[in-house]
């Protein structure tokens, strides 16, 4: 079979459920699934390029960015922000569009209110 021939499908990665579907942290314990469901999430907000990432897109006008408008607050190339970002996506806290050959990045605003819900909940 030819190296043509052989067709491979894309990894598809499904974005980790939103976090509302756990009380908050204060009202009752987590159980082991519901942590292992959060924990992939609070781990790449946790990095501080990642975090920086996402306010900057949240902030931006029509609360989107293209890679290209965000590769100057950061002392990084093009290939790593890309990276930051894509973990920011897999994990379901931004969503992506393709326009010719630029993706935006837009914040998933129910991704970060059900964050807030889970350890906002100590008030």
Same mark, same amino acid.
């Given at each position: 079979?030819?190296?043509?021939?052989? !067709?491979?499908?894309?990894? #598809?990665?499904?974005?980790?459920?939103?976090?509302?579907?756990?009380?908050?942290?204060?009202?009752?314990?987590?159980?082991?699934? $519901?942590? #292992? @469901?959060?924990?992939?999430?609070? !781990?790449?907000?946790?990095?501080?390029? @990642?975090?920086?990432?996402?306010?900057?897109?949240?902030?931006?006008?029509?609360?989107?960015?293209?890679?290209?408008?965000? $590769?100057?607050?950061? #002392?990084?190339? $093009?290939?790593?922000?890309? %990276? %930051?970002?894509?973990?920011? %996506?897999?994990?379901?806290?931004?969503?992506?569009?393709? @326009?010719?050959?630029?993706?935006?990045?837009?914040?998933?605003?129910?991704?970060?209110?059900?964050?807030?819900?889970?350890?906002?909940?100590?008030?």
């Amino acid at each position: 079979m030819s190296k043509s021939a052989l !067709k491979i499908a894309p990894l #598809e990665l499904t974005p980790v459920e939103t976090v509302a579907c756990c009380p908050p942290l204060t009202s009752s314990p987590l159980t082991s699934e $519901q942590a #292992e @469901r959060i924990a992939p999430l609070l !781990k790449a907000i946790a990095d501080p390029v @990642r975090l920086r990432l996402l306010s900057l897109v949240a902030a931006h006008e029509g609360k989107e960015a293209c890679v290209c408008e965000l $590769q100057d607050a950061f #002392e990084l190339s $093009q290939p790593t922000i890309s %990276h %930051h970002l894509k973990v920011l %996506h897999d994990v379901g806290l931004l969503d992506r569009s393709k @326009r010719a050959t630029w993706v935006y990045y837009s914040v998933r605003s129910e991704a970060l209110a059900d964050v807030a819900d889970l350890i906002g909940g100590a008030r």
